[in-house]
C-alpha cells in the first residue's frame, strides 16, 4: 500500500488521544513551535507504551539517512550498504536507543510515517538530561555555503570544543524553580566556563558518590564509542548528539546512561570521522577536570 505520507500539522490540530507529545524533549523539532499556522511534529508517545517513543521521519535525504541508518544497524534491511559499512554499522547496536521499525500513524485523518525507538528516560523517575551535538563542524560536505556559513557563526568555540551543547533539563528543585538550559545559553559557553556548564547539569544529582557513578558511566561509554570510531573508516556523522541521563530522584538507583541519537546527517566516506572524534575527547577531558576537582575539594 503506498501512504501519502505528511511532514507538518496544523495549529489548531489536536493529536489522537493514544498520542501525546514527549514532556521531556530538549532540542530539534517541537510542537511549541508553529509558523504561518503550521505547527513542528515534535517527538511524540503513545499512551500506555512509555518505554518507547516516535520520531517523525524527516523529510528528504535526512528522514532517509537516519531510517536506513537504524535500519542496518538492527539488521532490518542493509541493502543500502556494503559489507564494510554493514558491519561498521552493527557495531553501533549497544551506542543507540533501541529501534522497533517504522510506522504510520493517523493524525487528523493523514498519514504520518514515524520511527519507533526505545525512550532512554523511561526507568527514571526523575530523569536529568542534557543533549550535545556533536563535532568541531555539524554542517555535512553537501551542505549550501549558506548553511555552511549560518551554521559556523552558531557558536564561536565550537571548533575548538568539538560539539555545543542544546540544552539540560532537570526537575524542579525544592522551591519549585525549574532548572533548564537551551541551545541559546549552550552557544555562549566559552573554555574558560565549560567545566561550569557541565557541573551546571549535575546540581539536581542527590550525591557525591551518584555524581561520582555518573561520570564514571559517561566516561566508560566516551571510551567505548572512541574505540568505535578509533577503528573504522566507513561513517561518519554530522550534527549527531549524544544525549545524558541521570536519577534526580534519591530513593531510586537507576544506573546513568550516554546513548547516540540524531543520524539525520550519515556520510559514508573512506575517512576517519575527526570531527566527531575531537568532541568526544573533548568531553571526556571536562569530565576528568570534574573528578579531579571534586577529589580535591573531599582533601580541603
Ligand atoms: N531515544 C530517545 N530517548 C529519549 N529522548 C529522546 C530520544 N530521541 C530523542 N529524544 C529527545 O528529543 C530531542 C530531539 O531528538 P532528535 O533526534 O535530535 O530530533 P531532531 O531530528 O528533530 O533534532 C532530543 O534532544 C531528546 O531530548
Ligand atoms: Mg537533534
Redesign the pocket.
Known amino acids: 500500500m503506498i501512504y501519502s505520507l505528511s511532514m507538518e500539522m496544523y495549529e489548531n490540530e489536536e493529536l489522537p488521544a493514544t498520542l501525546e507529545w ?1 514532556k ?7 510542537p511549541s513551535v508553529v509558523k504561518n499556522g503550521i505547527r ?1 511534529i ?2 511524540v508517545k503513545e499512551r500506555g507504551k512509555e518505554q518507547n ?1 516516535l ?2 521521519v ?1 523529510d528528504g535525504m ?1 528522514g532517509i539517512s ?1 531510517v536506513q541508518f537504524y535500519d542496518s544497524i538492527f539488521q532490518k534491511d542493509q541493502s543500502n550498504h556494503t559489507k564494510a559499512q554493514a558491519v561498521a554499522l552493527e557495531g553501533l547496536r549497544n551506542f ?2 533501541h529501534y522497533f521499525g517504522k510506522r504510520v500513524i493517523e493524525i487528523a485523518s493523514r498519514s504520518y510515517e514515524f520511527i519507533e ?6 526507568q527514571y523517575r526523575k530523569p536529568c ?1 542534557m ?1 550535545i ?1 556533536i563535532g568541531k563542524v555539524t554542517y555535512d560536505p553537501d551542505a549550501s555555503e549558506d548553511k555552511k556559513h549560518t551554521e559556523s557563526i552558531k557558536c564561536p568555540h565550537q571548533k575548538e570544543f568539538g560539539f555545543r551543547i ?2 539540560y ?1 532537570l526537575h524542579p528543585d525544592e522551591r519549585g524553580q525549574i532548572r533548564v538550559r537551551d541551545k541559546n545559553w549552550g552557544r555562549t559557553r566559552t573554555p574558560e566556563n565549560i567545566q561550569i556548564a557541565f557541573d551546571e547539569y549535575f546540581q539536581a544529582i542527590p550525591s557525591k558518590k551518584l555524581k561520582s557513578d555518573a561520570i564514571k558511566v559517561f566516561r566508560k561509554e566516551l571510551a567505548k564509542i572512541s574505540e568505535w570510531f578509533d577503528t573504522q573508516q566507513e561513517i561518519q556523522m554530522y ?3 549524544l ?1 545524558f ?1 541521570y536519577e534526580g530522584d534519591p530513593h531510586y538507583h537507576t544506573p546513568a546512561k550516554m ?1 547516540m ?4 546527517h550519515v556520510f559514508y566516506e573512506k575517512q576517519y570521522d575527526e570531527n566527531y572524534i575531537h568532541g568526544l575527547k573533548f568531553i571526556d577531558n571536562v569530565f576528568q577536570c570534574i573528578e579531579k576537582t571534586d577529589i580535591n575539594k573531599e582533601k580541603f
Open positions: 514527549y521531556d524533549q530538549i532540542a530539534g523539532h517541537h513542528q515534535g517527538i517513543l520520531k517523525l524527516q535526512r537516519e543507540v536507543p525507538l526505545e525512550d532512554i528516560t523511561h538530561i543533549d551535538k542544546l540544552g533539563r550534527s549527531s548528539s544525549l541521563v546513548k541519537i540524531d543520524f539525520s
